[in-house]
């Protein structure tokens, strides 16, 4: 006899278009209820202190939603094994419901669930819906995985190709059954207050919005504009997506209702998240083993003074520091400032690229362990369907093309905002009287260049080479 059903929230902290919430509701005998439940300290944590802010605002987001539909969210304390199994005795609930999330350490965590239910007579549930195809799924003619993209995006398009369809799944307005008695749990995780998960709205209707707002504005102009750090064109669904605040189908459903070359632009960025988990569950040491094991014996330079430097912000290159101040302000940076950043660490600094993705790791609200490792990894020229690493980004190049009016470093790197357009990229070639007018002193008011970008790039390319 059973008087609930359990729905373990891990990285799908919405209501809508919630695969196993839909499942636990379809399964109901007379009599039970749905016990909605969110384990800390388990696999699908955050890890940095960026994503562990937005996340507690979205638990509690989850919770004021699930309030206003008659029920709440109960918080039980980890390991998910044992937390799962005194909340199934507690209710008395036989089965219980979660949707997979597709890292090694969630999968190892979802078995010892499952283990541990089922010597107690309890079943666990597992839906899809993270990701748009399960990984493992999209496979050569050979039936190996993807290293390449392109290939992997001609057959993952073709699968996708009817959700214009799909709905997205209704609103759910209906109350959810809740039990006569709610057990005692775990407080809420504190709000941060003050934090930079202020400047974002966390949660499933925080992301409704942004997903409104985006397809509304910017999706028509996402192709032309997506790559300019200066403009406000992108979406800005990362941290949304991370932790499932919206389902991935409905934003790709909705993305393809409008059609035109913007849509298509960015559900072509949407299948990269996908190619990262597909090669995140066929590599499973992608956060720090290169998938080119050449890589392993780059003589790297571990200059803790030029790593901090770039941490925070003040290498000299000023497309650099902005992109690096950018994320220390806001948890976020712009996706072309994440590869010029990366490249400069890992190809100009000839730092591991794996400081880069620890550093990531604790700074971004979007953190998430397979578009982090993978992105590393194709930016430092070591991952699946890399860019070569002789490709190695120039800063002022970059300026020139994802900032041209020097808009985006006048709005990070204000001890720069006075230099016009054709200095702000490289303040070392301005004149004299340029720098003046604009109050700019370099050495004391904006350091100087931590490297020259020629002769670094020459000692990255003939540190690759002595790899042979
Ligand atoms: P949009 O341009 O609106 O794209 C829509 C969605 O597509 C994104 O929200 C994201 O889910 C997906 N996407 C976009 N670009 C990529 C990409 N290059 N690879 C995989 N998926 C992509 N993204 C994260 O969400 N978490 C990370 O930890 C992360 N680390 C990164 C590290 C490096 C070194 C680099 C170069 C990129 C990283 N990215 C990461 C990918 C990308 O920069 C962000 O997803 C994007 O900037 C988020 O902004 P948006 O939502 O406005 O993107």
Redesign the pocket.
Same mark, same amino acid.
């Given at each position: 006899m059973s008087d609930a059903v359990i729905v373990w929230f891990r990285r799908d902290l919405r209501l809508r278009d919630n695969e196993s919430l839909d499942a636990a509701l379809r399964s109901l005998r007379p009599g039970e209820a749905i016990v909605p439940l969110y384990v800390t300290g388990g696999a699908a944590q955050a890890h940095g202190t960026a994503s562990s802010a937005w996340l507690a605002a979205a638990v509690r987001a989850l919770d004021a939603t699930l309030r206003s539909r008659g029920s709440r969210l109960l918080i039980a304390d980890g390991p998910a094994h044992e937390a799962l199994a005194r909340a199934s005795a507690e209710v008395r609930a036989e089965r219980v419901y979660c949707t997979r999330h597709w890292t090694p350490e969630a999968l190892a965590e979802e078995t010892a669930v499952r283990d541990g239910l089922s010597s107690a007579g309890v079943g666990l549930h597992v839906s899809e819906g993270q990701l748009v195809m399960v990984p493992g799924t999209v496979l050569t003619r050979e039936g190996r995985p993807y290293k390449v993209f392109t290939p992997f995006f001609r057959e993952w398009s073709r699968v996708i190709a009817d959700m214009a369809a799909s709905s997205g799944g209704p609103a759910r307005q209906s109350a959810l059954p809740a039990p006569a008695r709610w057990p005692d749990c775990a407080p809420l995780p504190p709000s941060s207050g003050g934090g930079i998960a202020d400047l974002w709205t966390p949660g499933e209707a925080g992301a409704r919005v942004r997903l409104g707002m985006?397809i509304a504005d910017e999706i028509d102009g996402?192709a032309r504009s997506?790559d300019r750090a200066d403009l406000d064109a992108?979406? %800005?669904?990362?941290?949304h997506? &991370?932790f499932g605040e919206v389902s991935v189908r409905n934003?790709v459903s909705s993305a393809m209702k409008e059609r035109g070359e913007g849509a298509s632009a960015?559900v072509r960025?949407?299948a990269?998240?996908d190619?990262?988990y597909h090669v995140l569950h066929a590599f499973p040491g992608l956060p720090d083993t290169p998938l080119n094991a050449r890589f392993a014996r780059l003589p790297w330079r571990e200059d803790a003074l030029n790593a901090d430097a770039w941490m925070s912000g003040l290498t000299g290159f000023p497309l650099v520091d902005a992109g690096m101040r950018e994320l220390a302000q806001t948890g976020?940076?712009?996706?072309r400032a994440?590869?010029l950043?990366?490249s400069f660490l890992s190809k100009d600094l000839l730092e591991r690229w794996q400081i880069?993705?620890r550093h990531? %790791?604790e700074r971004?609200v979007? &953190?998430?362990t397979a578009?982090?490792a993978?992105?590393?990894q194709?930016?430092a020229g070591c991952g699946a369907d890399a860019a070569p690493f002789f490709r190695i980004f120039n800063p002022v190049v970059q300026g020139a093309k994802v900032d041209p009016e020097g808009e985006y470093v006048r709005r990070w790197v204000p001890e720069l905002a006075g230099l016009p357009p054709r200095w702000i990229h490289r303040p070392w070639d301005a004149p004299a009287a340029e720098l003046s007018r604009a109050g700019v002193r370099p050495g004391d008011t904006y350091p100087n260049r931590l490297v020259d970008h020629a002769a670094a790039r020459e000692r990255a390319l003939s540190a690759y080479r002595a790899t042979r």
């Open positions: 985006f996402y997506h992108t979406s %800005r669904l990362s941290p997506l &991370a934003v960015f960025q949407i990269w998240r190619f990262a976020w940076m712009h996706n994440r590869l950043v990366g880069g993705e990531f %790791r971004l979007d &953190a998430d578009l982090n993978f992105n590393w194709w930016v």
